[in-house]
């Protein structure tokens, strides 16, 4: 079947062409048609379909036995579908032409009744929404295995430290573990902002029409629990126009990319010779095609660069939106290509990224040895001193006058003499140097949430907790 039969001849016909007596031109059915996009909602379409034709049979519209043969006969399809049998004709307009294509070859007049009361309209909205149903968890599923395996790292290195940054300078010092909780949370919050779109998108379009609702005694609500929807939504002019949640997961996923780079961002630099805070694994690294000792961290670059495409299909998203009238246009047509690609991109890079973190190894030696020097023990300094009952300020200039003396005298802190430090305070005594040394220094940082070794365990007890409930 050419591109143009499909349009305006048999069975395959486009759903709207009684209208016309002459087909379109074969280059405006190829640039019109959607099935190589929307194909992957094939049966997310059966499960609708036959949801609608049981509702149509138990309401009497359509009599019982037609309604029941469609909805065994889309069964049969969608079994079809899965092990192969049944290939889906990509000359065909969209998924839903091709489904009830088929199954009108299969049943004649009864198989033309399966669109009583349905529009592609509200038929497309309601198949998004079960594609977005099925394929979330899925995703949400790549976010638990990357905490998991994040967790098993940090599990192994609660007292490894490390610098802490700000502004890329070395700030205080904290731990691997608690660095690596700090990535996790930030997945944590990706996964329930899923969880908030998916509550969203949980009330059945189906019956709006192509925006008015029908005139048919159509019982929405019984679509909507024979689909496992919680409701129905609201108004039918909104429901046939509304792509919120397309932006919405869009916005979800440009956010898990987001951090997925600042992920690899750390990950490129730590993997330099300057830091050498991580060996990534041979497995997921690249050489050089003229350099040969080069071991590249391309994957973490790949997926940095790949952000930017997610960013894309989000503003493609909300600038097709942007100028759209009430209600349906054929402008949203648009919306899965960039939905689809932004879903794949996200899931391809957790996984991939999990697997690359999976198998580096960890230079902690490194970490700890860069935690001497720069001085992130002053605000240890300063904190000795409050103890000792002089004011915070107060204690943050002298903090910062040995400092001053440090860097004359070419020496860290913990390096200075007793002597040197007491020019700075009277009140400073021996006991300073069991309190600036980087473990301590990490291990009085008791205050919830810190990197205490003990705060990190409550913290990785936490995000075991979240994989559990999540599960």
């Not at 002089?390 to 200039?397: I, L, S, V, W």
Request: charged share 25%; net charge negative.
């Amino acid at each position: 079947m050419d591109k143009k039969s499909a349009i305006d001849g048999g069975n395959h016909a486009a759903l709207w062409h009684g209208r016309f007596k002459e087909g379109p031109d074969a280059e405006a059915v190829a640039f019109e048609t959607s099935i190589h996009v929307d194909a992957r909602m094939a049966l997310d379409d059966v499960r609708g379909s036959i949801g609608h034709a049981t509702m149509l049979g138990k309401t009497g519209i359509i009599p019982a036995e037609e309604a029941e043969a469609i909805a065994t006969e889309l069964a049969n399809i969608a079994v079809e579908l899965k092990t192969g049998k049944l290939e889906i004709d990509t000359s065909a307009e969209d998924i839903h032409s091709f489904i009830e294509g088929v199954l009108t070859d299969r049943l004649g007049d009864a198989g033309r009744k399966v669109h009583t009361g349905r529009s592609r309209n509200d038929q497309i909205a309601l198949d998004e929404r079960l594609y977005l149903k099925r394929a979330i968890p899925e995703l949400q599923k790549n976010i638990c295995d990357l905490i998991e395996a994040l967790i098993k790292i940090a599990e192994k290195n609660t007292k490894s430290i490390m610098p802490g940054y700000t502004h890329m300078q070395r700030a205080q010092p904290v731990t691997l573990a608690h660095h690596l909780c700090a990535w996790c949370q930030m997945l944590v919050r990706d996964y329930g902002r899923l969880n908030d779109a998916l509550e969203r998108i949980n009330l059945s379009p189906l019956g709006a029409g192509a925006l008015a609702g029908s005139g048919l005694p159509l019982n929405r609500e019984m679509t909507a629990a024979d689909l496992d929807f919680e409701g129905v939504t609201a108004n039918s002019l909104d429901t046939v126009a509304d792509r919120d949640y397309c932006i919405e997961f869009a916005s979800c996923f440009s956010l898990i990319m987001t951090h997925l780079s600042r992920f690899c961002e750390e990950v490129v630099l730590w993997s330099t010779e300057e830091f050498k805070f991580i060996d990534l694994s041979e497995k997921w690294s690249t050489g050089s095609s003229i350099m040969p000792q080069k071991k590249n961290p391309d994957f973490a670059e790949l997926i940095r660069g790949r952000t930017g495409k997610v960013y894309g299909n989000l503003m493609a998203l909300l600038t097709m939106m942007k100028g759209l009238p009430l209600s349906y246009n054929r402008d949203l047509q648009e919306d899965k290509e960039s939905l689809f690609a932004a879903y794949d991109t996200t899931t391809s890079c957790l996984r991939i990224f999990t697997y690359m973190i999976s198998t580096a190894k960890w230079n902690t030696e490194r970490m700890a040895a860069a935690c001497v020097g720069g001085y992130a023990n002053a605000t240890d300094l300063a904190d000795y001193l409050v103890r000792k009952g002089m004011p915070f300020r107060t204690a943050h200039g002298v903090a910062a006058s040995a400092v001053r003396k440090g860097i004359e005298k070419h020496k860290n802190l913990e390096d200075m003499s007793l002597s040197e430090l007491r020019e700075c305070s009277e009140l400073i005594n021996n006991d300073v140097f069991d309190k600036i040394a980087p473990e301590a220094c990490v291990q009085a940082r008791l205050t919830t949430g810190g990197p205490a070794a003990e705060r990190v365990n409550e913290q990785i007890a936490g995000l075991k907790h979240f994989l559990d409930s999540a599960n």
